[in-house]
């Protein structure tokens, strides 16, 4: 379908990792166009799995172990009870991916992260995030966030009490430039308005180029092959009801029939 709303559609938070997936593929391939010569657009994962760092290995919170040799030459075996048939269920560990724009020797220039909900619920995936984020930023490179979520933590690299208010504003983006550590630029969107075409810092000497915001929303929207029964799902969070009237009408004006909102 193509997208009903001037903006941003909030019914793809529901869709959230498929979204997020095109909306890094799709920037990394607007942006490689846009790019001096020297710089290139990478598209970089990041798998979590539930082990902690020592030094150079790795350590499970639980692990399987060879058979060891008994002191008299034999191998020790363990002996355990029958175990119990549970049920079968695929873990699939979480893949974060991330946009970086490096130079030809590989070094990160710039970082671009769309937002996700681990990285604005509190435990281990909001860590890792500030983690990353001060690494970027005490590093010197150039950071982009993008938060397109409704729900969940301010997470953003800078103080939410230093944001001044702006009405109707429920998604955000904040550039980091690495060569002014001490400012942010901040943009606040409302869910009526168009989404805005952010700076994306370079290299010092290199010309800023513009992320395209609204084409990339655009795109999930019609290869995403969403429709009406997607849009019947209610929110959670809820729109608040002025504007949830709002965007009913602007769904059923596309042909598509929303369930009212609580």
Not at 229 to 252: I, K, N
Request: glycine content about 8%; hydrophobic content about 40%; charged content about 25%.
């Amino acid at each position: 379908m193509k997208n009903p709303f001037p903006g941003m559609n909030p019914w793809l938070e529901l869709h959230w990792r498929e979204t997020h997936a095109r909306l890094i593929v799709y920037s990394c391939d607007q942006l490689q166009q846009k790019l001096p010569p020297g710089l290139r657009a990478r598209v970089e994962e990041d798998v979590a799995i539930g082990m902690e760092a020592e030094g150079s290995h790795l350590r499970p919170d639980v692990h399987i172990s060879e058979p060891w040799e008994a002191a008299g030459g034999g191998t020790a075996a363990v002996t355990a009870p029958e175990a119990a048939t549970g049920v079968l269920v695929k873990v699939e560990p979480e893949v974060a991916r991330h946009l970086t724009i490096v130079d030809a020797a590989g070094e990160v220039i710039t970082a671009l992260e769309f937002l996700s909900p681990t990285n604005k619920e509190p435990g281990d995936g909001l860590r890792r995030y500030r983690s990353k984020q001060r690494t970027y930023l005490q590093g010197g490179v150039n950071l982009v966030e993008i938060d397109l979520l409704r729900a969940g933590s301010f997470v953003l690299a800078l103080n939410a009490s230093d944001i001044p208010k702006k009405k109707g504003a429920v998604y955000r983006a904040c550039v980091s430039r690495g060569r002014q550590p001490d400012w942010r630029e901040l943009f606040q969107i409302p869910l009526r308005e168009r989404l805005p075409a952010l700076p994306i810092p370079l290299r010092p000497g290199d010309r800023e180029v513009a992320l395209e915001l609204q084409p990339l929303i655009d795109l999930c929207c019609e290869r995403g092959a969403y429709g009406a029964s997607d849009c019947a799902t209610e929110l959670d969070p809820p729109l608040p009801p002025e504007v949830a009237a709002w965007a009913a009408e602007s769904l059923r004006a596309a042909g598509l029939q929303p369930k009212r909102e609580r």
